[in-house]
C-alpha cells in the first residue's frame, strides 16, 4: 500500500492495531465471546479507516494531478465536487487560487501583446522621420548644392527634428500616465485662463489660415492640473484646426453645474466620419481623413490627462455640422 510511506499512517495504523490488540486481550479476559467481538470489531474499525483513508489519499492524488496538469497548461480545474468537508475547501480554494493566477496570467500576455504593439507602432512612427532626416542630411553633403536649395533641406530637417521631438515628448508623457508616476495637480482652474493658455501655440498657425478662435467663457472652473489639461485642450485644439479649413473658426464654450463643469469645443470643418469616432481616442489610431503627418497619440494623450482628473472626453457631429469635441470634469468622483 502507498499509503504506508506516510509517516503519520503509519503511526495511525500503529496506535489502532496497539488499541484493537489491547481489547482483545482484555476481552479475552472476560470471556472468550467477549475477546472475539472486540477483534472482530478492531478489525472492522481498522478496515474501514484504511478504506476512508485510501480514498481520501486518492482525491488528494488527484487533485496534485490537476494541479500539475494546469501548472503545464494543459487544461483548467474541473469544478465538479460539491461535497462539505476539508478536502472539498482544500479543492475549493484552489480553484480559487487558479482562477486568480489564470486572471493574472492573461492579464500579463496582454500587457505584453499591448507593449509589443506599441514598440511597433513607436518604431514605425519614429521611422519615418528618422528616414527623411537620413535622406537630407545625405543631401546635404552634396559639394555643389545650390545655396536655395541647402537652406530648404536645411529648414526640412529642423522640421523633422521638431516633430521627432515632440513624438519622443509625447510618447515618454504617455508612458508616465500609464505607469502612474505622474502626480497632477488638484488647483482651481479657471477654464478661460486654461484655453487661452492651451490656444497659445496655434494662435500664429491659425491666423496663417484665416480662422478665427471664438471663446465664450465667463467664470467657469474646476479641479485639476493647469499645464497638463492645458496639453490636453490644445491638442483638441490642434485637431480643430488641421480639420477646418481657411476662413473657418473654432468654438469653445463652458457651463459649469453643481455636478461638472463642461467644455465645448467645436469647429465648422466636415466633421468625422461615423466609423472613426469610436476609436478616435485610441492610441496610433488615424481616422480617414487624417493628414500625412498624423501619428494618432495626441487625442489619446487628451482623453488619457482628462480622465486621470475624474473628467471625461467624447467626440460626435453636431446636427448642424462640424466637429465636436465635449469635455466634462466632474466635482465628485465618478
Not at 122 to 129: A, K, V
Not at 171 to 199: F, N, P, Q, W
Not at 200 to 227: C, H, K, N, W, Y
Not at 294 to 303: D, K, Y
Amino acid at each position: 500500500m502507498r499509503e504506508l510511506r506516510n509517516r503519520e499512517y503509519r503511526l495511525e495504523w500503529m496506535a489502532y492495531g496497539g488499541a484493537t490488540v489491547l481489547f482483545a486481550v482484555i476481552g479475552f479476559v472476560i470471556g472468550p465471546l467477549c475477546g472475539a467481538l472486540f477483534l472482530l470489531c478492531g478489525g472492522v474499525f481498522m478496515g474501514l479507516h484504511a478504506a476512508f483513508t485510501r480514498r481520501r489519499y486518492r482525491a488528494i492524488a488527484e487533485l496534485s494531478r490537476d494541479m500539475d496538469r494546469i501548472l503545464h497548461g494543459q487544461e483548467a480545474l474541473r469544478i465538479d465536487e460539491n461535497d462539505e468537508g476539508e478536502l472539498s475547501i482544500l479543492r475549493s480554494e484552489v480553484q480559487k487560487m487558479t482562477a486568480r493566477l489564470k486572471e493574472s496570467a492573461d492579464a500579463l500576455l496582454a500587457d505584453k501583446r499591448y507593449l509589443t504593439r506599441a514598440m511597433e507602432d513607436i518604431f514605425h512612427q519614429l521611422r519615418t522621420p528618422l528616414t527623411a532626416m537620413n535622406l537630407e542630411v545625405s543631401l546635404l553633403g552634396g559639394e555643389d548644392l545650390p545655396y536655395e536649395r541647402r537652406l530648404q533641406l536645411t529648414r526640412e530637417l529642423k522640421k523633422q527634428l521638431k516633430h521627432t521631438d515632440w513624438l519622443v515628448e509625447t510618447l515618454l508623457k504617455m508612458s508616465h500616465l500609464d505607469a502612474g508616476t505622474v502626480k497632477l495637480r488638484a488647483d482651481g482652474v479657471a477654464v478661460r485662463e486654461l484655453v487661452e493658455k492651451a490656444a497659445e501655440p496655434l494662435r500664429i498657425p491659425m491666423e496663417l489660415r484665416g480662422q478665427e478662435l471664438r471663446i465664450s467663457v465667463r467664470e467657469e472652473r474646476f479641479t485639476g492640473d493647469l499645464a497638463w489639461t492645458a496639453e490636453a485642450l490644445g491638442n483638441i485644439l490642434k485637431n480643430c484646426m488641421e480639420h477646418t479649413p481657411a476662413g473657418g473658426s473654432i468654438t469653445v464654450t463652458a457651463e459649469e453645474t453643481p455636478v461638472h463643469t463642461r467644455i465645448v469645443v467645436r469647429d465648422t470643418g466636415p466633421g468625422f466620419h461615423t466609423e472613426d469616432i469610436p476609436r478616435l481616442f485610441e492610441r496610433f489610431y488615424k481616422g480617414r481623413d487624417a493628414g500625412s503627418g498624423s501619428i494618432g497619440i495626441g487625442l489619446a494623450m487628451s482623453r488619457m490627462v482628462i480622465a486621470a482628473e475624474n473628467g471625461t472626453v467624447t467626440a460626435d457631429n453636431p446636427p448642424d455640422g462640424g466637429a465636436r469635441f465635449t469635455i466634462r470634469f466632474y466635482k465628485s468622483v465618478i
